[in-house]
């Protein structure tokens, strides 16, 4: 499993985009890169998930680098609910644990 | 939508107690998951399973069994609950062997063990 590096946390103002990024240089060419976010107290959520092509959901897009080293969640109008922790992995396909690592802790203010 | 409802949202059991947590998910996924996720320990796989009546051991079986009857349905039993199994417990459904890392939730069941 590739290693992913993430900002310890980041401010957004409500509704202006949220740009996470993630750093997986060390990604391998069949690893995907999923995104979750966990809201405190709940169940994490899958937002998206993408191999070499850029993606977007009715949550956000994601655009990965053409190298995959790194890629960037989009989230295009934040709102107020959506502040949360969010945990950028990369994983191949087959049964293993969901591991998350530390991940960005964003905070959406009025 | 895919939902994944558990049996409660709070738990409070005796040591030594057989306790059950239910998890049904309405997508007919192929895969369960149930996990525990503590404060600096993040989320550790208990057992999991892709198929009725099959199952398997994640990272920390010890004290836990489970059983997958019918295919939206996927139970935890903490045979002999102890203090240390004191957590918030999440169970998860994804589509088969492919997706398995695009994971559905519960909200969790935090239960405490006195």
């Known amino acids: 499993d590739a290693k992913t590096t993430q900002p310890t946390s980041m401010d957004c103002a409500e509704g202006r985009a949220a740009n996470l990024p993630c750093n997986h240089s060390t990604i391998s060419g069949n690893e995907y890169v999923y995104w979750y976010r966990q809201i405190h107290s709940q169940g994490p959520q899958y937002i998206i998930h993408g191999l070499k092509n850029n993606e977007t959901n009715e949550m956000a897009s994601l655009i990965i680098t053409e190298d995959r080293k790194s890629s960037t969640l989009i989230l295009p109008h934040a709102t107020l609910r959506d502040t949360a922790v969010y945990y950028c992995i990369a994983e191949g396909a087959g049964y293993s644990t969901l591991t998350f690592g530390k991940g960005t802790m964003l905070l959406v203010s009025p | 939508d895919v939902k994944v409802t558990q049996s409660s949202r709070y738990l409070v059991k005796r040591t030594g107690e057989k306790v059950f947590l239910e998890c049904v998910q309405d997508m007919d996924h192929e895969n369960m998951f149930w996990y525990r996720q503590d404060p600096g320990l993040g989320l550790r796989l208990i057992y999991f399973s892709y198929d009725v009546k099959m199952k398997e051991k994640g990272d920390i079986p010890e004290g836990y069994s489970v059983s997958r009857e019918k295919k939206e349905r996927f139970s935890l039993i903490l045979e002999s609950a102890s203090t240390n199994q004191t957590s918030m417990y999440l169970c998860?459904?994804?589509?088969?062997?492919?997706?398995?890392?695009?994971?559905?939730f519960g909200p969790g069941t935090r239960l405490t063990v006195t």
């Open positions: 998860a459904s994804s589509f088969d062997r492919m997706y398995s890392y695009e994971q559905y």
